[in-house]
């Protein structure tokens, strides 16, 4: 996916406003920022008083963000030039997503 396809994707779904590209990498840190923040005020969400509705929809939000979160780090790996696997071997977080 283009970087700038990937941008304007994720500030669409997310509803994202005051959004400026002064820059590929600049962008897709406050990106990043942005989607850590709500993802962090989503794992605030007291989850025992949602509704079954509720509860599904934050759950497909916070699929969303997460894998959006993930894309954004590999990209902006890319453009720093850091390609921790070159060979396409797995990395050893087995996925999982760290706060750096």
């Known amino acids: 996916m283009d970087i700038k ?3 304007e ?15 590929k990498k600049k ?5 990043l920022e942005k989607l850590k923040s709500r993802r962090e005020i989503l794992h605030k969400v007291p989850k025992k008083k ?18 959006q979160i993930k894309k954004a780090e590999k990209i902006l790996e890319e453009l720093n030039g850091n ?8 990395s050893r977080d087995h996925g999982c997503i760290t706060d750096r």
């Open 50 to 67: 949602l509704s079954k509705k509720e509860r599904k929809a934050y759950e497909e939000e916070l699929a969303i963000i997460t894998l």
């Open 27 to 31: 962008s897709l840190k406050r990106l």
């Open 9 to 23: 994707s994720v500030k669409e779904s997310l509803n994202l406003e005051g959004f400026e590209k002064k820059g």
């Open 5 to 7: 396809k990937f941008i």
């Open 83 to 90: 390609t921790k696997n070159p060979k396409g071997e797995k």
